[in-house]
Nanobody
């Protein structure tokens, strides 16, 4: 497992922007990296944005497409989630997650997983509250 520490959450008005950051201890780019969120009252975490550290397909939840952007420049850099045009329904606890994946496995699967049980490294979460 790797260490993940999120930051950047807060309380904002609808329409505002926030950037979440996830500091990681991943040693190289062979990781699936993801931002999940847990909505109030929900047990499961839903994938917001998922990417492979080595590049390739990025997957976004339909509800955030065009508004959120995940990025990660290198193994030593944080995983960022740029959130624009925030809505009240984006209110949630946001979590960073990572799972090691070889290049061969990633290419065979075509993309990183979007199910929370596929990830075994998690941060502690950062709260995002959007008021309308």
């Amino acid at each position: 497992q790797v260490q993940l520490v999120e930051s950047g959450g807060g309380s904002v008005q609808a329409g505002a922007s926030l950037t979440l950051a996830c500091a990681t201890s991943i040693p190289d780019s062979m990781y699936c990296l993801a931002w999940f969120r847990q909505l109030p009252g929900m047990e499961r975490r839903e994938a917001v944005a998922v990417m492979y550290g080595g590049g390739g397909k990025i997957t976004y939840a339909d509800s955030v497409k065009g508004r959120f952007t995940i990025s990660h420049e290198s193994a030593k850099s944080p995983v960022l989630l740029q959130m624009n045009s925030l809505k009240s329904e984006d209110t949630a606890m946001y979590y960073c997650a990572a799972e090691r994946r070889t290049v061969a496995t990633f290419l065979r699967q075509g993309s990183c997983a979007t199910e929370d049980y596929e990830y075994n490294s998690w941060g502690q979460g950062t709260q995002v509250t959007v008021s309308s």
